[in-house]
């Protein structure tokens, strides 16, 4: 029997109708759908976007929730990742293939990178359905280009020095998840002379998105800055 | 009667199955499709992607395609855009909505900016529809995560100096149309001393798709290398 492989599926930023079509047609099929929740009683975002594609399958298929706790312990984090590797390697044993989806892009900055890794180590097949990501999301709500002819675009996860060494080579700066470091990136990009727009949108592409023109002060937990330097 | 809209749509980077659900919602129903070709003779490459879901209308609907030479003359370029504009306009006064097609995402180095700014000030309203970009899309055809954990990932349509004075903080690079300058590029890449994984795509999830390992050097107009620098 041949062995099943891990599908690492984009499902996008929120709205259900961002699902490409080729994703779609995977969760219609796929034997198991694997979604990553942070915590045992909270519902996975990503299965959440992709409730309406199983809503409509006739056929039966199986669910893994792995908890991927929110913490910085590398241990702690590591045996997780290894327990859903473990979980995920029984299926493809048994020839079922697996679809894990992630938001947004199973390229950027997604928890399916962790569990690829373990899945190719294990010897079996793994791949990969590109995804909308956020800040395109993002860049579509807000109704704005991100960049034009030969302008650089930076992704920031997560500020710090390297922001300040890199912004006058860069045009535009997506910033994630802006919760976790508002005053630092509001200073940074304040002492940047140029003219700037910034864009921050939260929840995506979500019933409960918001666009706020300026930083965001909140914690919500899905939040994008959007900074446009001016060239002239 | 009401105004009709310009709908700025992503058709991601080839392959007729990364469009969004979304996408084909719009390109199904619209009465009017605007896509860009090079030239009088050129098919237009974001038409050839979503010629499937056309195909499967059953309605009548137009088509136009306003030719954008491949030059660098600002007043040439600015006059095609300009007459694409009016044309545009002409269908929008009628109530009639028009679905911009676009390569990738419409907010990420795509021509529909352009007559983005130009409908806006003609006072129509545009809407954007997100699109996988081409750097996701080759990432997952490598089958490599480009961004994990506080990773830095930076985007450069064209090489010069900046390139050197961003490279220590970022990542990932991703490097698009390496065509155009692909001395340059490698040249200053090599001279990085981290360990790096390199990989080119070209004409990415088409059915002539090309995966190499390091840089190319013929001339293929959709080409992006991406460039992976190890931590450690």
């Known amino acids: ?6 599908i690492g599926v984009g499902v996008g930023p929120g709205d259900p109708e961002l699902l490409t079509i080729k994703a779609g047609k995977i969760l219609s099929e796929v ?3 694997c979604a990553p929740r942070s915590a045992p009683k909270k519902p996975s975002i990503a299965l959440s976007i992709v409730q309406p594609t199983l809503s ?10 792995p908890v991927f706790p929110m913490t910085e312990d590398k241990k702690s984090l590591e ?3 290894d327990q859903a590797a473990d979980m995920v390697a029984i299926h493809l044993e048994n020839g079922d293939d697996v679809a894990f989806v992630t938001l947004g892009d199973p390229s950027i900055f997604s ?6 890794k373990r899945i190719l180590e294990k010897g079996y097949d793994v791949e990969m359905v590109p995804g909308i990501t956020s800040f395109t999301g993002c860049a579509s709500t807000a109704g704005i280009p991100l960049v ?11 500020i710090d020095h390297r922001l300040e060494n890199i912004l006058d080579d860069g045009d535009t700066f997506v910033i994630m998840k802006t919760s976790r470091h508002g005053d630092l990136l509001e200073k940074t990009i304040d002492a940047d002379s140029r003219n700037k727009e910034i864009i921050s949108v939260q929840n995506c592409t979500m019933d409960n998105e918001e666009v706020v023109q300026g930083f965001v002060k909140n914690k919500k937990y899905l939040s994008t800055t959007l900074v446009k330097f001016s060239r002239d």
């Open 56 to 65: 409509n399958r006739k056929d039966d298929y199986e669910t893994l929730e």
């Open 1 to 6: 029997m041949s062995k099943g492989k891990l």
């Open 31 to 33: 034997s198991v759908i």
């Open 148 to 158: 034009e002819k030969d302008e650089i675009l930076v992704i920031v996860p997560k």
């Open 79 to 81: 045996k997780h990742w």
């Open 111 to 116: 928890t399916f990178s962790y569990l690829q």
